[in-house]
C-alpha cells in the first residue's frame, strides 16, 4: 500500500507488517513505523496531512500523527477481516473502512481519539475493495468482490 503527504513524503505499508516514511526529494527512509502484527493491505493520509491510517490482514486500524510517524495510542480491532480500503473525509476528522467482512465503517476522531460512529453498514455479500467519501463528506461509495457499488 501507498499513500502521498502533502508536503513532498510518502508513507508504504508491507507484508514485513512495517510502514516506511520516505522523503521524496532524496528517497530516503525517515522512520520505520511499527505496530502491525500481520501484513499492511491499506493506507490513507488526511487532507491537513495530520493523520496517518494503516489496516491490516488481522482487521487492526492504527492511526499515525502525521508529522511524527508515531502511533496514536493503541491499535483498533476494527474489523472481522482484512482491511482492504480506508479514506479520510474531506476535513480530517472522519474515516471509512472497507473490509473482507463485507462491512463497511465509519469513525470519528474527538481530541485525537478514534472511535466507531453509528453501526456498521451491511449490504456486501464478499469482500469490501475500495471506499471512497465524497468531499462534503456525506456520502460514501463502496465496492466490492459481488460486482455491486454502494452508496451509504
Given at each position: ?21 520516505w522523503d521524496l526529494k ?22 491537513n496531512g495530520n ?102
Amino acid at each position: 500500500a501507498v499513500a502521498a503527504l502533502p508536503d513532498e513524503r510518502m508513507v508504504t505499508g508491507s507484508y514485513d507488517r512495517m510502514l516506511r516514511l520516505w522523503d521524496l526529494k532524496t528517497g530516503l527512509v525517515l522512520r520505520k513505523m511499527e505496530g502491525h502484527r500481520s501484513r499492511v493491505r491499506a493506507l490513507a493520509i488526511s487532507s491537513n496531512g495530520n493523520w496517518i491510517a494503516s489496516g491490516d490482514e488481522s482487521g487492526v486500524l492504527i492511526i499515525w500523527h502525521g508529522k511524527t510517524g508515531e502511533p496514536l495510542k493503541q491499535a483498533i480491532k476494527a474489523h472481522d477481516g482484512w482491511i482492504f480500503s480506508l479514506d479520510f473525509s474531506s476535513d480530517s476528522r472522519a474515516l471509512a473502512s472497507g473490509s473482507s467482512d463485507t462491512t463497511t465503517k465509519l469513525w470519528t476522531c474527538q481530541t485525537s481519539t478514534w472511535k466507531q460512529f453509528g453501526d456498521p453498514w451491511k449490504g456486501h455479500f464478499k469482500s469490501i475493495h475500495t471506499i471512497s467519501l465524497n468531499s462534503s463528506g456525506t456520502l460514501l461509495a463502496s465496492a466490492s468482490h459481488d460486482n455491486r457499488v454502494r452508496l451509504w
